[in-house]
DNA sequence: CGTTTCATTGAGTGCGATCAAGCCGTGTGG
DNA sequence: CCACACGGCTTGATCGCACTCAATGAAACG
């Protein structure tokens, strides 16, 4: 893990949205290896991250060992906003991984960029809220093949282009998803026999039919 | 459905947390009977509510008609915050109910008392990201039973008191659950015969082992 | 080339859904 | 006051989807 402090004259700092700059100009870089720790649940949370390259995944466990994956970040996407003090998940690298952080409580000293950041900071806390609303619909209401048909959709959607890698192995998509690892895969291997995506590896696909994939994600 | 405008003057309104006062002295009254719509899916967010007596759920359709329930909402919670321009949602009174609003683009006239609600409607949403992340390891990776026991005791902890009255019905529970009625009441049933609970009525229950339902529920 | 890790496939099981009665409290009209 | 209907809840029987257990296949790595 390598740490690189930015020195950028923060009155210069133009207005960003989140995605295209966000924290980047401000903040302090580090690197993470595949599968390292970024924080754990539990910590004290007076960072937010934002991802410059790679992905990244929060998960949590149930006592009894169960994995539960909140969300799946990706560059330009704020992660680490809580309410309160602490980290509800923890956050891992999903393979060799850039992230940029600020320290929030720090940002009232910032003048007018401090500002832009809080705003920045509400502003994705409120779109993460959105997403994990999706998320609980995917899970409570949608059978095994919706859910995988909806996750291969936002992903593709998330990437734009026609050939999409995923960054993610099917044990996280399972605990992403609610599934095992056995039922992702029977999915995948049933939405390619019926023409709706092809796999050309195991971590890269193309959608071939959209609309019958996302009348099937729809549910 | 009932209105009514209060007249007090926001400069003396002292500072107030989010379940104590919160919007209540600000904002506009209003009731609505049992079933009845607060706000549909898809309609302008321009709104803020909080509930001042009864109960309020948030529903959402699949194009096949599945219903999910998003949250249950009591007196002093704050709910209608959404990340875009539209609710994602539609709300519905449970039961005779009475909220307030205000109207958020106007908050910023209101000076320090306006900015004091803005800030209770930021941490409103961060808290309702908790909620809502809680609620995604329910759904993702409880069995049937550690549901029920969950829901069971998130509501008796939220209104404190030996004896619970569940403002919703079976079918309610349900959809927030993501199970059927039948095997809600199924569990139910079981929960009692263990003597983990007790039902007076069907909408009147006591726990009796807290720490056996709690461990049940933990997963 | 052997080892390890990850993904796929197959067989069998079980949990929760579905379909179908029955039960019970509540309200209504005779 | 009882007869009846209605809606919400419970219970039973059966089904099917997704899980479990197990084996095989396919990459990645030393």
């Given at each position: 893990?390598?740490t690189?402090r930015l020195?950028?004259?923060l009155?210069?700092v133009?207005?960003?949205?989140?995605?295209?700059?966000g924290l980047?100009p401000c903040g302090v870089?580090m690197?993470?290896?595949?599968?390292?720790?970024i924080y754990a649940?539990e910590e004290e949370a007076d960072l937010i991250y934002q991802?410059?390259?790679?992905?990244?995944?929060?998960?949590?466990?149930?006592?009894?060992?169960?994995?539960?994956?909140?969300?799946?970040?990706?560059?330009?996407?704020l992660f680490g906003m809580e309410a309160g003090p602490e980290h509800r998940?923890?956050a891992?690298?999903?393979?060799?991984?850039?992230v940029v952080f600020v320290k929030r409580a720090a940002l009232k000293h910032y003048g007018a960029d401090g500002d832009r950041l809080e705003r920045i900071i509400w502003v994705a806390t409120?779109?993460?809220?959105?997403?994990?609303?999706?998320?609980?619909?995917?899970?409570?209401?949608?059978?095994?093949?919706?859910?995988?048909?909806?996750?291969?959709?936002?992903?593709?959607?998330?990437?734009?282009?026609?050939?999409?890698?995923?960054?993610?192995?099917?044990?996280?998509?399972?605990?992403?998803?609610?599934?095992?690892?056995?039922?992702?895969?029977?999915?995948?291997?049933?939405?390619?026999?019926?023409?709706?995506?092809?796999?050309?590896?195991?971590?890269?696909?193309?959608?071939?039919?959209?609309?019958?994939?996302?009348?099937?994600?729809?549910?």
């Open positions: 893990m390598t690189q020195n950028i004259d009155s210069t133009t207005p960003a949205q989140i995605g295209e700059a980047i870089r690197r993470f290896a595949a599968g390292e720790e649940q991802v410059v390259s790679g992905a990244v995944r929060t998960t949590r466990l149930t006592s009894d060992g169960r994995r539960h994956i909140g969300d799946f970040y990706y560059p330009g996407d998940y923890s891992e690298a999903l393979g060799e991984c850039e409120a779109q993460q809220l959105a997403r994990t609303q999706d998320h609980l619909m995917l899970l409570g209401r949608k059978s095994a093949c919706e859910k995988v048909a909806s996750f291969l959709l936002d992903i593709a959607n998330r990437f734009g282009g026609d050939l999409t890698t995923l960054p993610m192995g099917r044990q996280d998509m399972a605990d992403y998803l609610g599934l095992t690892i056995e039922t992702v895969s029977r999915m995948l291997t049933q939405l390619q026999a019926e023409g709706l995506v092809e796999f050309r590896a195991c971590r890269q696909f193309r959608i071939l039919r959209r609309g019958a994939l996302a009348r099937l994600a729809a549910g």
